[in-house]
């Protein structure tokens, strides 16, 4: 059972290019959370999805900032017309329990992120 | 103001040592992980907890839910500990988590 995938591992984009950054959840994980982590900072929270639903996108910016998570296929976070300050890594972590499951602990596994670098 | 607290933030000690990092938090949680991300940035899950206290080989974490403190021990510590501990805790509400902003170890031989 492969881990949580995150592709690309590394990328570059100029100043407006839009970024896409892919996660595909561990197998049978049906809840994909997306973190950002800024240089010299601590993990935040931005979005955490369901297949085909947002749940809870409290974390992300209201705009140039997006998230999917179709029913077939990987997690999408897109972030349009970069700016420098977007420089980051990406880590999404999958689970298969919902938080309102009702069990205690609900476990998150990581990807390995991915780092975004604007110029 | 961080709804989690680490100390310290960086951490230097001599190959064996006994090693203690700190993490208080300000609210309620069910849940609290501790978490390891190493040079190269890929972060592994190394205890979750809601009470008492877990084990697994050289490392032993702790939690008191009415102090709102966790601690994580490592014992013998070694060259390949050496990495950043992320504390981070799951509110009693909500769907998110409040991370730390770690305790950075280099363990030197």
Redesign the interface.
């Known amino acids: 059972n492969a881990g949580v995938m995150q592709n690309p591992r590394h990328l570059v984009r100029r100043r407006g290019q839009e970024a896409r950054l892919r996660c595909s959840p561990m197998k049978g994980h049906s809840h994909v ?1 997306w ?1 950002r982590q800024l240089p010299e ?5 931005m979005v ?1 999805l369901q297949k085909e639903n947002i ?2 996108e ?2 992300m910016p209201k705009e140039r900032f997006s998230a999917e998570f179709p029913k077939e296929g990987p997690s999408i976070l897109r972030i349009q017309q970069v700016v420098r300050g977007d420089s980051a ?1 990406y ?1 999404c972590a999958s689970s298969p329990f919902s ?1 309102f499951s009702g069990r ?7 990807g ?2 991915t ?1 975004l670098t604007v110029t | 103001k ?1 709804e ?1 607290e680490q100390s310290p933030q960086n951490l230097t000690a001599q190959e064996g040592e006994f090693i203690t990092i700190n993490c208080s938090y300000s609210v309620g949680i ?2 609290l ?1 501790w ?1 390891q991300q190493h040079p190269g ?5 190394l205890f ?3 009470s008492g206290k877990k084990k697994h080989g050289r490392l032993i974490a702790t939690i008191n839910i009415q102090e709102k403190h966790s601690s994580l021990h490592i014992t013998a510590s070694h060259p390949r500990d050496s990495a950043v501990y ?1 504390c ?1 805790v ?1 509110p009693n509400t ?9 305790t950075s170890l280099t363990v030197i031989p």
């Open positions: 959370y973190y900072e601590g993990l935040k929270f955490y749940i809870d409290s974390g890594a880590f938080p205690l602990l609900v476990e998150q596994y990581f390995p992120g780092r | 961080n989690v069910s849940a992980h978490l940035g890929g972060i592994v899950s979750m907890l809601s992320i981070a799951r909500g769907n998110q988590f409040y991370f730390g902003t770690g």
